[in-house]
């Protein structure tokens, strides 16, 4: 019998329930229980695909093309589920669907309101497929009075009724502010936080409680009073270590166990939480460490290169090396004089996707840096192409290179993708149409070239990787740049799409077209972010 498992949060945003979904579904699994997880985002965006990685945070993509919000990315690490587009909507994706369906008319002349036709396509969202699975995770967006959130609400309540606690539970994480003046830890933001989701109908049956340091017994037993849950389901959600410690914190205050208590599953299983001890243990006691200089565009805000961040500490795990993170604006390398000599300070440089002009100039002398330094050098589709740019002006001599991202090019190096193969469709794209879902998305195979360093690394000659660009490489120059020790070692099955080139004459300088941190998950390092970790860790121990 599948059963639902709702996440609310209150109070504040950014308190972690994408984390605490994911952290709860591999506890389920611990105990053998089978697991899906969804996230319901209540802006009107179709998808964050147009969305600024500055606000918004990068943009995960699924296997088979979605562009979806961050949170898919913690769920596939933690549980190792790869997500579709099945498990991300938004309140635009909802009314867009509404709307298509009223315009052929298959309401029948109704008049469309937001209850029952939008809570009904929610709910609709929420119960579909999954069927093969013990337990689906839905976690809403926002917090819990946010006027955009209120359709998500409605519909979970109606789940809550149509359900029946057997087959339905709601935890609501909510924080608890340590007032330092006071000395004390305030209680009342969370009973607000209930009372404003008990008001809409909802009564949670757990809180999950962000604070800073141990709940008192009298804390949790008030709490329980005044927002009518039991005690033992006043569950505390204090800071840990590191993200990857989150499943053994919960299932230590007992989450995983009052969730199965409320099924009347309690004594079913028990847990294995071998792997995660394991992991635990590897992050708090490294062998060694490495830093990674991270030059991209939007390093102001970290989670724009999320996965990326995460797939570095993957390859340190398979290296057993702590790896600390340098970032570096790249356009405060656009100058010509800029001064580069900061990457003396690292011991490996990553050039991260990205799109439009700004900080093309100082990828490109990051990446130039790092070729005549003997740097360790990973470059991911945008920082790819910047890349390969570098060496046609500077090492082939097309001083003319360039990118028609940025307009007319002298010698387009880079190009837009106009069309292209997707299984058996040829799918077609224009310079001027919509931004939106128009990029190569999703998994796509490539070719590798037999004794290369990356069908090494890979230890096999045909990959499947990820996909989100809608520029390319131009083939036509590929002959002139491997005249000068540059190996186009990956190409789609087609011949026509370079996918993977590293320098031959290099000891570890390679760029991809797809995003491999896509699928980099703690017990399965990506094996490109492993090779790069271990090649930058030979590199430390070069100075």
Known sequence: MK???????GVVSSLGKGIASAALGALLQARGYSVRLRKLDPYLNVDPGTMSPTQHGEVFVTDDGAETDLDLGHYE???GVSASRADNTTTGRIYQSILERERRGDYLGATLQVIPHVTDAIKDFV?????????VLCEIGGTVGDIEGLPFFEAIRQLGQELGPERCIFIHLTLLPYIAAAGEMKTKPTQHSVKELRSIGIQP???LCRAPFPVPPEERRKIALFCNVRPEAVIEALDVANIYDVPLAYCEKGLDAEVLRHFGLEKASTP????????????????????????????ALHDAYKSVVEALMHGGLANRVKVNLKWIPSDRFDSPDADLSELDEVDGVLLPGGFGERGALGKMRAAGYARRHKLPCFGICYGMQMAVIELARNLAGIENAGTTEFGESGTPIVGLMSEWTRGNTREVRAKDGDLGGTMRLGAYPAYLTANSKVADIYGAREISERHRHRYEVNAAHIPELEKHGVLFSGMSPDGKLPEIFELTEHPWFVGVQFHPELK???????PLFKSFIQAALEQSRLV
Do not use: E
């Open 77 to 79: 690490r933690f549980t």
């Open 127 to 135: 119960l579909s497929g999954a069927d093969d699975v013990d337990f």
């Open 520 to 526: 980099s998950r703690p017990f399965d390092p990506h």
């Open 272 to 299: 294995d939480l071998s792997k995660w001890k394991d992991v635990s243990s590897a992050i708090a006691n490294p062998d060694g460490a490495v830093t990674i200089a991270i030059v991209g565009k939007y390093v």
């Open 3 to 9: 059963r639902h498992i709702f996440i609310t949060g």
């Open 205 to 207: 049956d757990i809180l």
